[in-house]
């Protein structure tokens, strides 16, 4: 299996293992990343932190045909990572989402990807999220939908976005009612970005559907 310019690979993953499977794991990572490991207080918690860490490096080094625990990582002015020491003019990019027991790993060949996932959970009003949050255009299509609907098209909507702000690197530096997106599931768009328009043509937006009770979506630059 080859990565061309034209291509997204999508990686799924399931973090729920056994402690020897995630185990496996702890020599392929770097020092500041086992310390990461082993701050977490309980032990499910350091399971997924060691297979989604173990399984990305696993994934580029294949791509890369470089051992695992020889990838080096680095990130920009925002925390967005990177791979450090590449020299292509179309490097291998890539974006790493999780929830729960679950994680997606997007992988290019030379375009900025953005990818997010969340679990979905009917335990909060996400209305009241959306209001404080959102553009009031999308606040008003989701108060559109029926009740037993709207915590889909929340999610839908937050995972558009956040991917959008992954893709693009900038993080939390940018409000999310800065840009829009669409809300309905089935149709993933980016609709408008307050401060460039350009921006519209630049991504295409997708959505994910890793398993049931997940919703996803996907960012990637267009082809240049």
Same mark, same amino acid.
């Given at each position: ?23 496996? #794991? ?15 207080? #309980? ?20 791509y890369l045909g470089t051992r695992p625990e020889r990838l080096r990582f680095?990130?920009? !002015?925002?925390?967005? !990572? ?41 335990? #909060? ?10 553009? !009031? ?51 993933a768009a980016l609709l408008n970005v307050c401060d460039d328009p350009a ?14 009770g997940y919703v996803g979506a996907l960012v990637v630059e267009s082809r240049?």
């Open positions: 299996m080859t990565l061309t310019h034209d291509d997204v690979h999508v990686w799924r993953v399931a973090l729920e293992v056994h402690e020897d499977v995630a185990r496996q #794991f702890e020599d392929s990572l770097a020092p500041d990343e086992q310390l990461r490991a082993d701050r977490f207080e #309980f032990a499910q918690d350091r399971r997924r932190f060691l297979v989604r860490r173990g399984v990305l490096r696993a994934v580029l080094g294949w680095e990130c920009n !002015p925002y925390g967005k !990572p990177s791979l450090a020491g590449q020299t292509s003019v179309r490097p291998i990019r890539f974006n790493l989402a999780h929830s729960a027991d679950l994680a997606v790993i997007a992988v290019t060949h030379g375009r900025e990807v953005g990818v997010d996932i969340e679990r979905l959970d009917t335990q #909060f009003d996400s209305l009241k999220i959306a209001e404080r949050f959102f553009s !009031p255009h999308e606040v008003a299509a989701l108060r559109g939908c029926s009740p037993s609907a709207r915590t889909q098209a929340f999610f839908h909507c937050w995972t558009r976005k956040e991917s959008y702000l992954k893709a693009r690197g900038v993080g939390v530096t940018w409000s999310l009612d800065r840009f829009e997106v669409s809300v309905s599931p089935g149709h921006e519209l043509s630049r991504w295409s937006v997708q959505d994910l559907n890793p398993e049931p240049s």
